[in-house]
């Protein structure tokens, strides 16, 4: 799959729209609170609420998206959907095991509540992908029926 970096930052801002409003909609009727990742990420950075939103727009719609165009879409098998679907899972792993220690929830957030964050988390994390590689590679689809 050929992704040009635009058609991704497409799909990685429509991803990260539909997992911070899961963050933020969903998740509080899932687990009773929001997941406040924004705060999580700004006091690990030991900085605001807004830093740590930043860094999780920047991480979301620019970095994760490029790499995704750039590395990860042309090893990963199956249509473009499914591609974002295995980036998403990475991510997630990556989320688990690196970045909530990190951030004191412990592995696979066993000091941040358990199995319902954990789940909560895969489930945004494949929205996330699915939405980055469709996107991704229809845009480029429909660009290139264009030309």
């Keep these: ?6 058609n991704a930052i497409i799909g990685g801002l429509a991803g990260t729209i539909a997992m911070t409003l899961m963050m933020y909609g969903v998740a509080p009727m899932m687990l009773g609170r929001p997941m406040d990742v924004a ?3 700004g006091a690990m950075l030991g900085g605001s609420w807004i ?3 930043l860094m999780h727009l920047l991480n979301g719609i620019v970095i994760f998206p490029l790499l995704f165009a ?3 879409a042309g090893v990963l ?4 959907w499914g591609r974002g679907i295995l980036w998403g899972l990475i991510l997630w792993l990556a989320q688990q095991i690196v970045v909530i220690p990190m951030m004191g929830g412990g592995l696979f957030s066993a000091r941040a509540g358990g199995m319902m964050p954990v789940v909560a988390s895969l489930v945004a994390h494949v ?4 939405l980055l590689g ?4 229809s845009l480029l689809g429909a660009r290139a029926a264009h030309a």
């Design 1 to 6: 799959m050929n992704t040009r970096p635009w």
């Design 127 to 130: 929205v996330y992908g699915v």
């Design 51 to 53: 830093l740590g939103m």
């Design 134 to 137: 469709a996107l991704a590679g």
């Design 77 to 80: 098998p199956g249509p473009p």
């Design 70 to 72: 750039y590395v990860v």
């Design 39 to 41: 705060a999580m990420l």
